[in-house]
């Protein structure tokens, strides 16, 4: 098991930044990639961005490339996702995924474990 806890969320103003991290803890954690994904009211939750395991892979929906970067710090079992040129669309709850896989996963069902959740409001 893994747990996973999200954290830097908030309110910021358009065209401002945010640091999201997510601790894991747990039984292992060796060998697994990570990912952030967003979820609105009444929508799907969407992919942001993965990572695989070692950090050397990573990607990204079109919607934030080039403004968002994710990033891992294994020994400390943290991932990050720095957001920046925050746009009033970005709004969203914000969740940290993991995946028992050290490859990269494109959609929430490849993901096993998931955090509670982070708000991030952007405002215009």
């Known amino acids: 098991q893994v747990q996973l806890v999200e954290s830097g969320g908030g309110l910021v103003q358009a065209g401002g930044s945010l640091r999201l991290s997510c601790a894991a803890s747990g039984r292992t954690f060796s060998g697994y990639a990570m990912g952030w994904f967003r979820q609105v009211p009444e929508k799907e939750r969407e992919f942001v961005a993965a990572?695989?395991?070692?950090?050397?892979?990573?990607y990204y929906a079109d919607s934030v490339k080039g403004r968002f970067t994710i990033s891992r710090d294994n020994a400390k079992k943290t991932q990050f996702l720095q957001m920046n040129s925050l746009k009033p669309e970005d709004t969203a709850v914000y969740y940290c995924a993991a995946r028992s896989d050290e490859r990269l996963g494109f959609n929430r069902y490849e993901y096993d474990y998931w955090g509670q959740g982070t708000q991030v409001t952007v405002s215009s």
């Open positions: 990572i695989n395991w070692s950090g050397g892979t990573t």
